[in-house]
């Protein structure tokens, strides 16, 4: 069962913020953008500068259980969601 673009739960974008603001010192600086793919969502969070490290976690534990939990919602609604961490110069960290 494909879902159709319409179907896809629009909260991912809202989960993935309420996470990251419950992990860094400055909530109000956190974005979670939604880029659209052929068959996948990509969720691109960017927080300040000096709290990357509290969203990445020792070894990428952090990113690595938030990305888990966007893999599980992805069996369940047949969508791949996957996360990039943003860091200030706009590369995706490499948490994993």
Do not use: C, F, W
């Not at 659209?36 to 969720?43: A, G, K, N, Y």
């Not at 070894?59 to 259980?65: E, F, L, N, Y």
Request: aromatic share 2%; charged share 30%; glycine share 6%.
């Amino acid at each position: 069962m494909k879902m159709s673009s319409q179907d896809k739960p629009d909260n991912m974008q809202e989960l993935v913020t309420e996470i990251a603001r419950a992990l860094v010192d400055e909530p109000g600086a956190v974005i979670v953008e939604a880029v659209e793919r052929d068959e996948s969502t990509v969720l691109r969070l960017r927080v300040a500068p000096a709290d990357v490290g509290k969203v990445i976690g020792k070894q990428g534990r952090t990113a690595r259980s938030m990305r888990t939990i966007l893999g599980a919602v992805s069996m369940k609604h047949h969508h791949r969601y996957t996360l990039d961490i943003l860091e200030e110069n706009q590369q995706a960290a490499k948490a994993e």
